[in-house]
C-alpha cells in the first residue's frame, strides 16, 4: 500500500535574517528527512518573516530571498523531500508573496498571490503542477479557497497547500479548523500553516496554527501557541480519488517551458555618463519649495481646526528643525486668521546650549513679535540627576537624554495648562537614522516636519528668507541664513569655549549623503550596491570610502531605530516619502538588516 507523507513545519525564525531561517529550515526539513516525509509545506513567511512589511516590494531584499531559497534548495538536493515554502517575489506585474518548491536541488515558483490576476487565471496559478506519488497540489490563499467549490478545485488538484500568515484571534482556529473539515470532504486532502513563531508583535499576534486534513478528517493538528516544531500524517490517494465517487480526468500541466524562439537577449551596457543629482528630494524649483510649505501648513491647520486649538507649542533652539516648523506655524497662522500671539516660542536652554543659538532664538522669536519665554533647565535637571543618582561629570547617554525630555515635558505640560499642541520639529533625516530621544523630542501633538529632510529643510528655510529680505525684513532673512549655516546639533553636551562641542555630522556623517541613500533605498528599494554606484556618480566631494562608511551607519541606524518610527506622531507628507506607520512605511520593530548590512561590509572589505 503507498502512501504519502505530508508534513507542516514551523521553525522558529527571526525578521530579516534570511540566513538563519535558511539554516532552520534546513534543520527541521532534514529531522523530517529521518521521518521518511515525502512533501513538507512551510509558512510563507519561514525565510524572511512576513511582517516584513515594505521591504517585500524591494528588489535587494527580493533577490536575497531567492538566494537564499536557492541555497536551501542546493543544500537539500541530497534528501528524497519537496519543501513548499514563500517568499517575496518582484515580477513585471507587481510585488507578490509567491509559493515556490525545491526539490533535488531544483527551485520553482508554484503560484503567486498579489495583485488581482487577469481573468483567465482564477488560480492565482502558475500553469504546472507536480506529482509525487499520483497526488497533485496546488497552492492556494484562504481568499481563493474561499471563492471556490471544492469541485472547482478538484478540477486542478487533489492536495491543496494553504500557506498564509493569518492574525491569532478568540474563536478562529476553532472556525478554520471546521471550515476545513467541510472543504476536504469531497476527497481532498489539505495542509495548511499560518507563520512561524517569531513573527513580530508590532500591532498583533499572529496564529502559529498548522494543520493535515483529508477527506473531511483532522489527521495532525499544531494548536496556537505550541511553539516550534513539525506536525506530519500519512495520507491514502487511494481513498481520497474513492471518496470523490468517480475517477474523473485530471487536468495534469507539466511545466511551463519558455519557446527561446520567443526571447530575446537585448545586450545593455553600463553608462559612465549618467549622473545622480545630489540633493534628489528638492524640487526643480521655487514653486515646488512654496507647495511644500503649503502642504505642511494646510497640514497643521486642519489638525488645528479639527480639535479647535488656536494655540501651538514650539520648542525653539536656534536650529533648523525648530526654525522652519516656526516658519510653517505663521504661515498656518496666517491662514486660519488667527493671532501670532498664539504661537508660543520657547526656548529651554541647558547644559549644551551655546550663546550663538540661545541669542538666533531669541532674536527669531522677537523679530516676529511671538509670545516668547525662555526656562533655563540646568537646575532642574542637577536636581533630577540628584534623584536618580546620576554622578556629577557623568555625560552618558542618560545625561544627554533627560535634557530632551525635560523639554518635551514642558512643552507637554505647558500645552494642557494654557490649551493648545505642541508642534513637533523632528524631520525626516532624523527620524531615519533614529536621531532623536525616544519620547523626548520624538514626541508632539503634530509633526510638521516629519516628511522634510535635512537637506531640503535648509532650502525651504533659505527660501524663506529670500522672501523676507524682498519684503524688506533683511535683519530677519539675515538671522534665518545664519541658522541654516550653524553646524546640526543636538546641543545635549557642553560647548567648548562658547561654541557647539556636539556636531551630527561629525558623528554619523553628512546629512545629504544620508538623504540621498534614503531616497534610493524607500522610495525606490534599491540595494547597497546599487546606491554606492549611484552616490559615487553623484558626489565627487567623497570618496568610496567615505561613502561606504556612512552608508553602513545609515543601514544600521535606520533598523535598530523602527521601534521609534513605530510610535511617530501624525504629520502631513509632503515630499516623496513618509516613513509614518500608519501605512506609508511598514516594517515590523525587530527586523533585523544583517543582509544589507553583510552587503555593505563585503562592498568596504573589497575597497581595501
Known sequence: MELFRLACGLPKIRLGRMDRNRQAMEEMARAMAKEEVDLAL?????????????????????????????????????????????????????????????????LDVLGKRGPEPPEESPFFLEETSYIFKSLSLAPLSDDQVARLSPGRILEVADLLLLSQARPFLPGKAKARRKALEVLTGDGLALAMVSACPGESTTDGVFSTQALIAENGHILAEKKEGEGEGFIFADLDPFLMKKTQERSRARLLMGRVQPDPEEEMDIPFHRSTRRVYAKYPFL?????????????????????????????????????????????????????????????????????????????????????????????DLEEVLRVHFRDIGLEEGDRSLAFENAQARERTQILFDLANLHGGLVLGTGDLSEIALGWATYNGDHMSSYGVNASIPKTLARALVRYEADGFRENGRKELARILLDVVETPVSPELLPPKDGEIAQKTEEIIGPYELHDFFLYYFALYGAGPRRILDYADRAFEEYSRKEILACLRIFYDRFFKNQFKRSAMPDGPQASPISLSPRGAWAMASDLDGRAYLDEVDALIEGEK
Open 42 to 106: 512551510f509558512p510563507e513567511g519561514s525565510l524572511t518573516g512576513h511582517s516584513i512589511r515594505d521591504l517585500s516590494g524591494q528588489e535587494f531584499f527580493c533577490q536575497r530571498a531567492w538566494e537564499e531559497a536557492e541555497t536551501l534548495a542546493d543544500r537539500t538536493r541530497d534528501l528524497d523531500l519537496a519543501l513548499v515554502f514563500g517568499l517575496p517575489l518582484i515580477s513585471g506585474a507587481g510585488t507578490y508573496w509567491a509559493t515556490v518548491l525545491a526539490y533535488q536541488g531544483d
Open 283 to 375: 524640487p526643480e524649483d521655487e514653486e515646488g519649495l512654496e507647495e511644500t510649505l503649503t502642504i505642511q501648513a494646510l497640514g497643521l491647520a486642519q489638525r488645528m481646526s479639527a480639535i479647535g486649538a488656536e494655540d501651538v507649542w514650539i520648542g525653539i533652539s536656534g536650529g533648523l528643525d525648530s526654525t522652519l516648523a516656526l516658519l510653517v506655524a505663521l504661515r498656518t497662522f496666517d491662514r486660519l486668521g488667527l493671532d501670532r500671539k498664539g504661537i508660543h516660542a520657547v526656548s529651554m536652554p541647558a547644559f549644551g546650549s551655546s550663546e550663538k543659538t540661545k541669542e538666533n532664538a531669541r532674536k527669531l522669536a522677537r523679530s516676529l513679535d511671538l509670545d516668547f519665554r525662555e526656562i
